[in-house]
């Protein structure tokens, strides 16, 4: 382009022209759309913005408007820790750039100084040394009322991603994780709702990731190994929200079927406070898994879109008064979905009764709800001996016995064939045969 000109951040000001910025995107909200009134009717329209940084301590805001379907190109196609190069015919604002669709342009970056500029997601724009202690803010959490603080941390615990349906019938996404600084034992709780955020966290590993919240990811400063030691690496951290469940592959905990059950056996049953649960791996043998049972305690299940609870076979919604298609608020949204019970053996006891539901169901099996619902009896009986009395990988949340339910709950997170799978990971199968090898023989 003819008379463009590469600016820093640092030198923006009101009415430059043809003006090139180069940066690294360092955060990002959700794409928005909205419905634009004009002469001969309405069009969707879209916005979406995020933080452009160019240095250790310049930043800029930037708005890209276009078309629905434009900005939403756009949002999928650049992502935090992405370099993009923008072109704008004229700077309105020091503090924010905006590319409108057709006028100004926005695309990848792949110059001989790429590197320089990736590097910089991890230099913080504050100094770690500013972050308040978890201990401090919980103890004097009145004073801190409604102001922003900074935390250095590491993570403990990432859950998997929920997928929600808002009242208004939009899907949205979202991941809860938790974490901790070493100056006190209590976990402090998050839920990403960007999806940017929920996509980047599901990298995030606990006890080994450490964030600096206000700016970084995994901050390039030597206090990160700090505050690592400072937690207890060997230490089970159980998630605050009872339904927030972790990433499969971050269950590392590997326990035989007697151990489950002395833990289970050792734990006093709460009279009012918390059950016991943990999440575990166990390397067993499932057995009398049922895939003809067709009453309404199994094997294909109605669930409402909205608030996931049961919908019985004569009713055509939840019939939950707090949710917008159980009380007629709005057109009933159900989904189809597996619920399969079965036994679990290794050599030292059985776990009777173990649930496997949902995705967990199909991944195992390979199948939708849809799909099984279609087979024949005969389909199903050939689809039921891929895990019957097969050796597995067998991913667990356990809950422990309630004073109003004395039976534990065991819910498959996951299940693998260990053999005879030729898909199964190599790595995986390696590991999981040496633990085989070593307690089964």
């Given amino acids: 382009m003819s008379g463009v000109c590469k600016q ?3 030198s923006l000001e009101p009415d430059t022209i043809n003006c090139l910025v180069v940066g690294l995107i360092i955060n990002s909200n959700n794409a928005k759309t909205y419905e634009s009134r004009l002469s001969y009717g309405t069009r969707m329209r879209g916005v979406w913005t995020f933080t452009l940084k160019d240095s250790t301590e310049d930043t800029i805001n930037v708005t890209i408007w276009g078309t629905a379907d434009y900005v939403n190109k756009i949002f999928d196609k650049f992502h935090i820790g992405s370099v993009s190069e923008m072109y704008t015919p004229n700077v309105s604002s020091q503090l924010m750039l905006s590319v409108n669709q057709g006028t100004a342009v926005i695309q990848e970056h792949d110059g001989p100084d790429k590197d320089h500029y990736e590097s910089l997601l991890k230099i913080p724009l504050k100094s770690v040394t500013c972050a308040r202690s978890l201990s401090s803010i919980l103890t004097n959490i009145d004073q801190f009322a409604n102001q922003y603080v900074d935390i250095f941390v590491v993570v403990t615990f990432v859950s998997e991603l929920r997928n929600i349906v808002t009242k208004d019938g939009r899907s949205l996404v979202n991941r809860d994780f938790e974490c901790l600084d070493g100056s006190t034992q209590t976990t402090l709780g998050f ?21 600096f919240i206000s700016d970084a990811l995994d901050p390039a400063v030597p206090q990160t190994a700090d505050v690592k030691k400072a937690i207890k690496t060997d230490f089970e951290y159980i998630p605050l929200d009872p339904y927030a469940l972790p990433k499969i592959e971050n269950i590392d905990n590997i326990m035989k079927i007697k151990d489950i059950n002395e833990r289970l056996n050792k734990k006093k049953i709460p009279v009012g406070g918390e059950r016991d649960q943990f999440f575990t791996i166990v390397y067993a043998t499932v057995t009398d898994i049922d895939m003809v049972n067709s009453t309404r305690n199994g094997v294909l299940i109605t669930r409402c879109a909205m608030c996931k609870r049961l919908v019985l076979p004569e009713n055509d919604s939840c019939m939950s008064l707090d949710c917008p298609s159980g009380n007629g608020s709005r057109r009933p949204m159900n989904i189809l979905s597996l619920f399969f019970k079965l036994n679990l053996k290794d050599e030292t006891g059985w776990l009777i009764g173990c649930r496997l539901t949902g995705d967990a169901a199909e991944r195992a099996l390979g199948c939708t709800p849809n799909e099984f619902k279609e087979m024949t009896l005969e389909e199903r009986d050939k689809l039921k001996w891929k895990l019957a009395l097969e050796l597995c990988d067998v991913r667990l949340q356990v809950l422990g016995p309630t004073k109003t339910s004395q039976s534990a709950l065991y819910n498959i997170l996951s299940l693998t064939r260990l053999r005879g799978d030729d898909d199964y990971d190599d790595n995986d199968k390696t590991i999981s045969q040496t633990y085989l090898n070593d307690n089964h023989t």
Avoid: M, N
Avoid at 191 to 211: C, F, N, Y
């Fill in 8 to 10: 820093p951040i640092f």
């Fill in 191 to 211: 839920k990403l709702w960007e999806k940017e955020w929920v996509r980047r966290s599901g990298l995030w590993l606990p006890r080994q990731t450490v964030l």
